[in-house]
């Protein structure tokens, strides 16, 4: 009898695993990507009436930030705006442009459309011919060619 009575609470206690096993929710899907906006509100940037614009998506608190806005800095001239939009400063733009990764830079033309972009660390040669590539199609080499 004490057998029988072990064998029924081992099936009762398999029975309770299988049946919370199977009400556990699956985890959460991998996230594989991040978003960058196609278009922004060039009034919401510097000098909105530049042909050019770059903005860059920076948080004090990211290291490979202030790297990206040195090298980013030297693009700006008469033709190019240059925009920080750094996190705690700037949360509104953040989160009105879906921003969720920083460093990231967004180099748009005078209608704000986004035409090439970086997440992450860069090197200067690529931001230098993405600029170029926007404002001269065809005059960035091949190997320059990341987005």
Known sequence: MVRYLAVAVVVAIAFLVGWFAQRRRPDAPVRTGWTVPEQLDRNDFARPDAPFLVAVFTSA????????????????SDS???????????????????????????????????????LGPT?????????????????APPACDHT
């Not at 608190?61 to 990206?68: E, K, L, V, Y």
């Not at 705690?88 to 972009?117: E, K």
Request: hydrophobic letters at 50%.
């Open 61 to 76: 608190t990211c290291t490979t930030c202030a790297d990206i806005m040195a090298k980013v800095a030297v693009l700006e």
């Open 80 to 118: 190019v705006a240059v925009h920080e939009a750094e996190y705690r400063r700037d949360r509104v733009l953040h989160d009105r442009y879906g921003i969720d990764a920083v460093p990231a830079v967004l180099i748009a033309d005078a209608d704000g459309v986004v035409r090439r972009n970086f």
């Open 123 to 139: 090197t200067v040669a690529h931001l230098w011919a993405a600029v170029a590539e926007v404002r001269d199609p065809g005059s």
